[in-house]
């Protein structure tokens, strides 16, 4: 299978190649389906040298701000800002969460970046195994849940002020996937500033993020499905 996520990277690819990060052959497919970086988009943005496998990393962040946009449209501030039930999240919050987690994560990639060595040769990047598993687990629709860490814990439930961090936090995140062209973002590693005690790759923390996201851009369909069934 080819794409025009080909031509803007210079060559042809796999599916495995586009997603290779734990995304299975099926899925792939839909996600393609759903939208790619056409050429025209690339020459317009400045991306016409963009990698295949980051060019899927940036096009899921989009993908992830366009979904956003559509479970939200529509949408009154109240039901934004409304619990399920006593100590579950709102939707607002989880967009601050969202917000939060990128932007602690943001800065620890952009100071590794900084002194990431150019690749030498064309090559696919690699995703290590501790990112492969996080990867994994963090796929909606999940099962297992987690207690979020203090710092990363949503502090306010103002939907106007989560939805701008949010929207930022994706522009912050769409530019540093952009910076990481021609890296070898897969040889440098990251302490994970949710578990000291873990490190992965640059490339892996990226594709951590991205798989955390469609988390909770699932829980917040989740919780807008639950009240649109209460209101029947």
Same mark, same amino acid.
């Given at each position: ?6 031509? =803007? ?24 389906? =759903?939208? !790619? !970086?056409?050429?025209? &988009? ?24 366009? %979904?956003?946009?559509? =479970? ?11 619990? +399920?039930?006593?100590? #579950?999240? #709102?939707?607002? &919050? ?9 932007? +602690? ?7 590794? *970046?900084?002194?990431?060595?150019? $690749? /030498?040769? #064309? ?6 195994? =501790?990112?492969? +598993?996080?990867?994994? *687990? $963090? ?6 849940? %987690? &207690?979020?860490?203090? %710092? ?8 106007? #002020? ?18 990481? !062209?021609?890296?070898?973002?897969? /040889? ?5 500033? +949710? ?6 790759? !640059?490339?892996?923390? $990226? ?26």
């Amino acid at each position: 299978m080819t794409s025009r996520l080909s031509e =803007l990277a210079g060559c042809t690819a796999t599916v495995e190649e586009f997603f290779p990060l734990g995304v299975n052959r099926d899925q792939a497919l839909s996600c393609a389906d =759903l939208g !790619v !970086v056409s050429a025209e &988009k690339a020459r317009r943005d400045g991306d016409s040298s963009l990698g295949v496998q980051l060019a899927c990393l940036l096009q899921q962040a989009e993908n992830a701000t366009g %979904h956003a946009q559509r =479970l939200l449209c529509g949408r009154s501030e109240q039901e934004l800002t409304a619990r +399920v039930r006593e100590g #579950s999240w #709102s939707v607002a &919050k989880c967009l601050e969460h969202l917000a939060l987690t990128t932007q +602690v994560f943001l800065p620890r990639i952009a100071e590794i *970046m900084a002194s990431t060595p150019a $690749l /030498t040769k #064309s090559r696919p990047l690699r995703c290590d195994t =501790l990112a492969r +598993v996080l990867i994994r *687990m $963090l796929e909606p629709p999940y099962r297992l849940r %987690h &207690k979020a860490l203090p %710092h990363l814990a949503p502090r306010q439930n103002h939907f106007p #002020s989560a939805w701008k961090a949010f929207l930022e936090s994706q522009e912050q995140l769409a530019g540093i996937t952009r910076s990481a !062209v021609g890296l070898a973002i897969d /040889t440098v590693r990251i302490q994970s500033p +949710v578990c000291s005690r873990m490190s992965y790759s !640059v490339y892996g923390a $990226l594709g951590i993020l991205s798989a955390h996201q469609r988390r909770h851009l699932w829980q917040m369909e989740q919780i807008l499905r639950l009240f649109d069934r209460r209101a029947a």
